[in-house]
């Protein structure tokens, strides 16, 4: 489906926005990083939201990219700190200063951009990985305590080419619009059917005493209320985590435009904007 | 942030030392609310010693009641048979507060410990006695919606955030701590954190260096009569205006026991001595939880922006009374 589109058109960038990537070379680097993100996460079938991404993508990452710099220490240490880990299945072996916090050392030192920093003080949930199986906030972890975990991010989730079922199901309900909040919303769905699994309660859990909880629309909702989504994809996040608990498939109400009609959608719209 | 050592300590006497040892070190545990106010400039520790590798962890049954680990996870804790089972109230008060990432984060310890949300306590370029005492109170003339009505002083109008330490009041729990020296020693969780007076620069009653190791539950007599209730600005991942941790035992329709904590209200965990009194030895009906609601919120001075919270606050003891007797 890549082949769909001409690989030199891309989107036209005024003066202004091309001084403005030249300005930004951190940019390139996170190019690569970016496509494998999208690559796994809407490898299900490309939407013209996600052809756009892509085109503009391509668009920065024509720029120069240099990955060394990404692994540059940079200045000396002042309190320099070892630690092995392992992130999404590999070991990794890191020396990092005191202060870092996990979320920077994924998107700084490991060329892991998939996890976002919203609000970096807790009240956001787009930083969300999973620590030895278990969701929690990377940016306030301190990268010198996960000496010997397991991290898991949004690129770990899914095996090679096959999706994670929440991935999947937050494409078939269109559980994101921008798709900043996503990462950090699929890791804590992940966390959340898990906790459900175990039989966790939650503020809306009716008799905390009751062995078993059954995991209504209002659980997820309050279950995932330390992600904030800006967009609003909240209606779509929630029918896509009750489809991946129950694995009851609902038929999709959408689809995606392919081919022929693609080309005539642009035509509509015009050769000015990017579809 | 500014630069610090970080320091794993391998067992709870070398974490003591450590910090002991030096005035500026802190302890290290979840880290949302020590990492959060050290990203702020609010904290400025030059030593974290990390207590993750220390266990403490467990939860347990204990002398006809519960024991647990300083170091569990706020999850953990909510979440063990024993405390849903014999404490719900401890269950309902943790699972309202934060996020199910930062209740997977936040250990027990740590949520005693964590320090007040005060915007002007937040914000360095604001004068605030407890972040820098003598500096003045910058929410006491300023924006007060979220501070005190009970129990402040000119130096500071803060309130104390957590809602899992209302319901340890509730539930008569005390902390055990250890020092220095070896010592260990209990504190009631009534009398762990304090009233502001000149000193608001201190939340609690904790010696430096000392280190919270176990909260002791006794055995319960309030399984089957009570609720935490948390009233918010958003439905979920907020912060109280006001909580109401109530408890009754109830024997024929009549009050025999009851604990009325209020959260949101004070710079510790307000329990209503006046409440309670009014509670027992009457019938748990809803014309006394009003008498009750009245009689805990009689002292309350609010500031210029939070009168509601008086009004709040005796709606919310009536309705958690109502829950928590079942008779809503
Ligand atoms: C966005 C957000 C929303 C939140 N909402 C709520 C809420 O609604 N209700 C609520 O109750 N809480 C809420 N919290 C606060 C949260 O519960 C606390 O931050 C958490 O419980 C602190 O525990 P911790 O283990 O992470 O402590 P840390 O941040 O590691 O430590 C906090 C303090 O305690 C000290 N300390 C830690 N352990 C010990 C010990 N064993 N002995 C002595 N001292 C110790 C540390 O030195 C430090 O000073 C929220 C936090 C955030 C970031
Ligand atoms: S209320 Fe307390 S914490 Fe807030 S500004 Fe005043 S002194 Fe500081
Ligand atoms: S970036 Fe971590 S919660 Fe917002
Ligand atoms: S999809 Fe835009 S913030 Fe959630």
Redesign the pocket.
């Known amino acids: 489906m890549h082949d769909d589109f001409d690989e030199t058109s891309g989107p036209e960038l005024s003066a202004d926005e091309e001084a403005l990537l030249k300005e930004l070379p951190a940019l390139t680097d996170v190019g690569q990083a970016r496509r494998t993100f999208l690559g796994q996460t809407v490898a299900g079938g490309l939407g013209v939201f996600a052809l756009m991404l892509l085109e503009q993508e391509r668009a920065v990452g024509a720029l120069a990219a240099s990955p060394e710099a990404l692994y540059a220490p940079g200045a000396a240490l002042e309190n320099p700190v070892r630690v092995s880990l392992k992130v999404n299945g590999a070991a990794k072996s890191l020396e990092v200063d005191s202060r870092m916090v996990l979320l920077d050392a994924l998107r700084e030192r490991l060329e892991l951009t998939g996890t976002k920093k919203g609000c970096d003080?807790?009240?956001c949930g787009a930083c969300t990985v999973l620590v030895d199986g278990r969701r929690v906030l990377s940016c306030?972890t301190l990268a010198a305590t996960c000496e010997g975990k397991e991290v898991t991010t949004v690129e770990g989730l899914a095996r090679g080419d096959e999706l994670h079922p929440v991935q999947a199901a937050f494409i078939k309900y269109d559980g994101f619009q921008c798709g900043y909040c996503t990462p950090g919303q699929l890791c804590s769905a992940v966390g959340l059917l898990e906790e459900a699994k175990r039989g966790d309660v939650s503020h809306v859990t009716e008799d905390v005493t009751a062995s078993t909880t059954r995991l209504t629309d209002d659980e997820i909702r309050e279950r995932m209320s330390g992600n904030i989504c800006r967009c609003g994809a909240y209606p779509g996040i929630v029918a896509a985590i009750q489809e991946a608990h129950s694995g009851r498939e609902r038929a999709r109400t959408w689809r995606f435009v392919e081919g022929e009609e693609l080309a005539r959608v642009r035509e509509e719209v015009g050769a000015d904007e990017t579809v | 942030m500014r630069p610090f050592k970080y320091v794993r300590a391998a067992d709870a006497v070398g974490a003591v030392r450590a910090v002991a040892m030096n005035p500026r070190a802190?302890?290290?545990?979840?880290?949302?609310?020590?990492?959060?106010l050290m990203k702020e400039d609010v904290?400025r520790p030059n030593e974290l010693v990390d207590?993750s590798r220390l266990g403490l962890n467990e939860i347990r049954a204990a002398g006809g009641g519960v024991s647990i680990g300083?170091?569990a996870k706020?999850t953990d804790t909510a979440n063990h048979p024993l405390i849903r089972r014999n404490y719900p109230l401890l269950t309902q008060a943790i699972v309202?507060?934060?996020?199910g990432q930062?209740r997977n984060?936040?250990?027990n310890?740590?949520?005693l410990?964590?320090r007040t949300r005060c915007q002007y306590f937040y914000d360095t370029a604001m004068p605030c006695n407890k972040r820098e005492p003598g500096s003045g109170c910058g929410a006491l003339g300023g924006l007060n919606r979220i501070h005190a009505i009970l129990g402040w002083s000119e130096k500071c109008v803060a309130t104390y955030?957590?809602?899992?330490a209302n319901a340890l009041y509730a539930l008569d729990a005390v902390v055990r701590?250890r020092g220095a020296n070896g010592r260990v020693r209990t504190i009631p969780v009534g009398e762990f954190h304090r009233l502001p007076g000149d000193t608001p620069e201190k939340d609690n009653n904790?010696a430096h260096g000392?280190?919270?190791?176990a909260i002791e539950l006794p055995k319960s007599s309030f399984a089957k009569h009570s609720y935490y209730l948390k009233v918010r600005d958003r439905a979920s991942?907020?912060?109280?205006l006001v909580a109401v941790a109530a408890a009754l035992q109830v024997e024929r329709g009549a009050v025999r026991q009851a604990r009325v904590v209020l959260g949101g209200v004070a710079h510790k965990p307000w329990r209503s001595a006046e409440a309670e009194a009014a509670l027992v030895g009457q019938p748990a009906s809803e014309e006394n939880f009003r008498r009750a609601a009245e009689a805990a919120l009689k002292g309350a001075k609010p500031l210029a922006h939070n009168a509601y919270k008086v009004e709040l606050g005796k709606r919310a003891v009536v309705r958690a009374l109502m829950r928590a007797s079942g008779l809503a």
């Open positions: 003080q807790g009240q306030l | 802190k302890f290290l545990a979840g880290g949302t609310n020590i990492l959060d904290e207590l300083a170091l706020n309202a507060g934060a996020s930062l984060m936040a250990t310890g740590g949520n410990m964590q955030p957590g809602d899992m701590v904790l000392e280190l919270i190791t991942y907020a912060f109280a």
